[in-house]
Nanobody
């Protein structure tokens, strides 16, 4: 079983920055893709950014140019640097990875004030 622990969420002003971190542990398989999703009440969880072990990245149009995903394969850790934050970015952010199955973190709240 895989455990993912997220840190870095919080309350920031519009235009500010946050850095989310997620460390995966306990995987019996090599982790292929790691990524970040976000969800607000009543809405479907959506992809924010993802990165494969080989370095291929994917970003939601709404965050491209503002957010940067990075990854440390040796530590099974993925990061999300969020700059120029907007109130629309407010959501619960979830870390995810694929490793012989799909696993999710507990989520961390990001709130951006006007």
């Amino acid at each position: 079983q895989v455990q993912l622990v997220e840190t870095g969420g919080g309350l920031v002003q519009a235009g500010g920055s946050l850095r989310l971190s997620c460390a995966a542990s306990g995987s019996m398989y090599i982790i292929n893709t790691m990524g970040w999703y976000r969800q607000t009440p009543g809405k479907q969880r959506e992809l924010v950014a993802s990165k494969t072990r080989g370095g291929s990245t994917n970003y939601a149009d709404s965050v491209r140019g503002r957010f940067t995903i990075s990854r440390d394969n040796a530590k099974n850790t993925v990061y999300l640097q969020m700059n120029s934050l907007k109130p629309e970015d407010t959501a619960v952010y979830y870390c995810s990875c694929s490793a012989g199955g799909t696993y999710w973190g507990q989520g961390t709240q990001v709130t951006v004030s006007s």
